[in-house]
């Protein structure tokens, strides 16, 4: 079946430094993949997407880039701020097909210290 | 934001009690889910719903129930509460459509005591 694997967290970070939280699944076909965050207290919001191979999901300075080659979803950031921490989630889906609900990795907390 | 509210927002009971958690949303989506998020485990899928009165189990649904009696409204039920039932609750919606994104809502806190 579907599954999805995602650094383990711990992550701590200074400001302004370079992001990277690996994300790699395993499926059949062409699913969908995407980036949630959690926010403390809050719940899961989705931060960004893509649906095909080579397409590259962006939002708030966050990019994902699809790699069908190596089954990877990577989310980089080139400078994070304090703001950015929270829990990331990658997920996986299937389009057009609600029936089956997202698979989702374990989460990657992320600090960043001033 | 997606139009999604969860009742209650924080609960404590006591161990063998029933308790229903409550998920609302405003968008007319078909597809509606309830999770559970514990430390270690991520979100695991408990029930889901993909129409009024269809619903389908997830990995999780040992101890729980749902209902879905309005394309608004999904419940979840714990008939007898337990210690390891002590979670955040998570609703999601989605439409089914091309893209197939879940929109969350703000999470119910459960302690069983």
């Known amino acids: 079946g579907d599954s999805v694997t995602q650094m383990e967290g711990p992550v701590t970070l200074s400001e302004e430094a370079f992001l990277t939280i690996n994300c790699t699944y395993t499926a059949t076909g062409y699913p969908s993949l995407f980036w949630y965050v959690q926010y403390p207290g809050e719940g899961l919001q989705l931060l960004l997407k893509?649906?095909?191979?080579?397409d590259k999901g962006s939002n708030k300075g966050f990019e994902a880039t699809y790699r069908k080659e190596t089954t990877s979803f990577h989310l980089e950031k080139g400078s994070v701020q304090v703001s950015d921490s929270a829990v990331y989630f990658c997920?996986?889906?299937?389009?057009?097909?609600?029936?089956?609900?997202?698979?989702f990795g374990k989460g990657t907390r992320l600090s960043v210290i001033a | 934001d997606a139009g999604i509210t969860q009742s209650p927002r924080h609960k404590v009971t006591e161990t063998g009690t029933p308790v229903t958690l409550r998920c609302h949303q405003t968008e007319n989506h078909r597809y509606m889910y309830w999770y559970r998020q514990d430390p270690g485990h991520g979100l695991r899928l408990i029930h889901y719903?993909?129409?009024?009165?269809?619903?389908d189990k997830g990995e999780v649904s040992d101890g729980y129930s749902v209902s879905r009696s309005k394309t608004e409204d999904f419940l979840l039920t714990l008939e007898s509460a337990t210690s390891s039932q002590t979670s955040v609750y998570f609703c999601?919606?989605?439409?089914?459509?091309?893209?197939?994104?879940?929109?969350f809502g703000p999470g119910t806190r459960l302690t069983v005591l």
């Open positions: 999601a919606i989605a439409s089914g459509g091309s893209y197939n994104e879940q929109f």
């Open positions: 719903s993909y129409g009024v009165k269809d619903t």
């Open positions: 997920a996986l889906g299937r389009l057009n097909s609600g029936n089956t609900p997202l698979v």
């Open positions: 893509a649906t095909k191979a080579d």
